[in-house]
């Protein structure tokens, strides 16, 4: 069945970084978009990066662009979420997700994982 495993997760003081990663099983990565999303306390979801299938084209929300970079390795089933920077507004826990498809969209997505949370605090 298709699985969604986040790793990677923690406690880190601002300014420091992260590396989350999203194994998938149950599925052929390169044939589907996968997104990264995180949700704060107290607050909604919401879309952090995605890459698209072939391609591999990346998106980013405005808030992480320039500090966080997704990527994927197809031959290992798993995308990661390289964090740098890290400020305390970037805590919450963090959902890989699978999308209906191979282009990125912030909906329309399927699957998800269980959540790493990631905490930046000093």
């Known amino acids: 069945q298709v699985q969604l495993v986040e790793s990677g997760g923690g406690l880190v003081q601002p300014g420091g970084s992260l590396r989350l990663s999203c194994a998938a099983s149950?599925?052929?990565?390169?044939?589907?978009?996968i997104g990264w999303f995180r949700q704060a306390p107290g607050k909604e979801r919401e879309g952090v990066s995605c890459?698209?299938?072939?391609?591999?084209?990346?998106y980013y929300a405005t808030s992480v662009k320039g500090r966080f970079t997704i990527s994927r390795d197809n031959a290992k089933n798993t995308v990661y979420l390289q964090m740098n920077s890290l400020k305390p507004d970037d805590t919450g826990v963090y959902y890989c997700?699978?999308?209906?498809?191979?282009?990125?969209?912030?909906?329309?997505?399927?699957?998800w994982g269980q959540g790493t949370q990631v905490t930046i605090s000093s």
């Open positions: 997700a699978r999308r209906r498809g191979y282009v990125c969209r912030w909906n329309d997505y399927d699957y």
């Open positions: 149950g599925f052929t990565l390169d044939y589907y978009a």
């Open positions: 890459i698209s299938s072939s391609l591999g084209s990346t």
